[in-house]
């Protein structure tokens, strides 16, 4: 047997990188299906030894944002670079290139693969960007596919070719690749969300303090909301708003204050979950907006639009980044709003 010299994607807690490969081969510890809110700073949780000897992955909810992570450990003396890409293979007892070679899980920046960076020799490397996966039919089996590829062992090399067609060239595949896993895949609709729905923050040429705003009408007390981001901000992290219960039927909302700089943009998906309560009335919405913040209106342009935030977004309370509520918006400094743009959810009582 010969040691694998990449960055290793193991096929199991046993892998240690030697070669042909052993052992089984469908639950790789290292695709890392993390849940439904984007894990804060990926690099400094999954790299410990303590979370490298354990397999973290959570079931994937249903209708939900998921956000997916890889992690390797490079076997080489150098420093490497990795690059991951994941895929999702429908249920198969065998699963053929042809059934999912095409079937790639997007970043939240649309992008087919997320870099791991240089990581040092017997390190860790984890992916910043997750890949964001929203599944909708849960009714049958799934298993991801993932690689991990480097300069040495490019991805094109790695792939499997589509003449994989026997269960004994696909076992030969398996056991010469280094780079790459599987991990089946368990469903639950266990706190699945009504619905998700995503929307674009664009680029912008200036930074700015941005208020973003979910806002819920006619929901019922007890219902949640949420959002997340899968693109890390320039500090590593993540504009999201953990589920959080509706207190008010009238109107009530949440709100959280991100630092975005010039040029960041991406995704964002907004989440309602009924929680078995029907809406209030017919004037049942959710909406997800971004404004520009700032403590005085400013300049004469800013002050023709701007309002308090407090008349901008009655009834909702500030957040803070780890999802502890700080205090209603009424109770805070005056700050002043420019809203830029929204995305808004209605739903009749029948549905």
């Given at each position: 047997m010969t040691q694998y010299d990449g960055i290793l994607l193991r096929q199991n807690l046993q892998d240690q990188g030697l070669m042909p490969r052993t052992g089984g081969w469908t639950a790789s510890p290292d695709i890392i299906m993390a849940?439904?809110?984007?894990?804060?700073?990926p690099q400094a949780v999954f790299s410990t030894a303590a979370s490298y000897g354990t397999d973290p992955t959570q079931p994937v909810v249903q209708n939900a944002t998921n956000y997916v992570y890889l992690r390797g450990k490079n076997l080489n003396a150098a420093a490497q670079t990795g690059t991951a890409r994941v895929f999702y293979a429908p249920q198969s007892l065998f699963l053929y290139p042809v059934q999912w070679l095409n079937n790639s899980i997007l970043t939240s920046r649309g992008s087919a693969t997320s870099d791991l960076g240089s990581v040092a020799p017997n390190a860790i490397g984890v992916t910043t960007d997750p890949f964001v996966w929203v599944p909708t039919n849960i009714s049958e089996h799934t298993c991801l596919v993932g690689f991990i590829s480097t300069p040495e062992y490019p991805f094109e090399s790695q792939k499997p070719p589509n003449a994989v067609t026997s269960m004994n060239d696909l076992a030969a595949w398996i056991g010469k690749t280094g780079g790459t896993g599987w991990h089946n895949v368990q469903f639950t609709s266990a706190g699945a969300p009504t619905f998700t729905?995503?929307?674009?923050?664009?680029p912008s040429t200036t930074a700015a303090t941005v208020q973003f705003a979910v806002t819920c009408v006619s929901c019922p007390v007890?219902?949640?909301?949420?959002?997340?981001?899968?693109?890390?901000?320039?500090?590593?992290t993540y504009i999201n708003l953990p589920p959080t219960t509706v207190t008010k039927p009238t109107q009530i909302g949440f709100t959280v204050t991100y630092q975005v700089p010039a040029g960041w943009t991406s995704p964002i998906s907004y989440s309602y979950y009924a929680n078995g309560?029907?809406?209030?009335?017919?004037?049942?919405?959710?909406?997800?907006s971004a404004s520009i913040l700032t403590s005085t209106p400013g300049s004469q342009v800013f002050a023709a639009y701007a309002r308090p935030a407090v008349e901008v977004f009655p009834n909702h309370v500030h957040v803070a980044d780890n999802g502890r509520q700080l205090t209603a918006l009424n109770d805070m400094p005056v700050n002043y709003l420019i809203p830029v743009g929204s995305?808004?959810?209605k739903l009749t009582q029948g549905g």
């Open positions: 849940g439904t809110q984007p894990t804060q700073d729905n995503s929307t674009v923050y664009p007890g219902s949640q909301v949420s959002f997340s981001c899968g693109t890390p901000l320039p500090d590593g309560n029907p809406p209030v009335d017919g004037n049942f919405s959710v909406s997800m995305d808004m959810t």
